[in-house]
Nanobody
């Protein structure tokens, strides 16, 4: 069973940047489409970026041109570079398979953005 561990969240001011990491217990990111999701209390989890095993990338309109998804060559780590952060970006961020999250969820990493 693949385990996912997210990290890199924190508290930043509006306009600043953060880079999130997701380490998988196996080379899963090479073989399946992976994505970054975010969730706020009482709301549905939202897929914000995905990268296929061929390297095709999609972004939600809300993060396009500000966020960049990537993965390492080893296929074990997924990244999300987040620039020009806004208060609306504040959430707990998770990684998982995409667009259907078939893997066990990790604990996520909290991103907070002050205005």
């Amino acid at each position: 069973q693949v385990q996912l561990v997210e990290s890199g969240g924190g508290l930043v001011q509006s306009g600043e940047s953060l880079t999130l990491s997701c380490v998988a217990s196996g080379t899963i990111t090479r073989y399946v489409t992976m994505g970054w999701y975010r969730q706020n209390p009482g709301k549905q989890r939202e897929l914000v970026a995905e990268i296929s095993r061929e390297g095709h990338i999609k972004y939600a309109d809300s993060v396009k041109d500000r966020f960049t998804i990537s993965r390492d060559n080893a296929g074990t780590t997924l990244y999300l570079q987040m620039n020009s952060l806004k208060p609306d970006d504040a959430a707990v961020y998770f990684c998982n398979a995409a667009p259907i999250p078939t893997l066990t969820w990790g604990q996520g990493t909290q991103v907070s953005v002050s205005s």
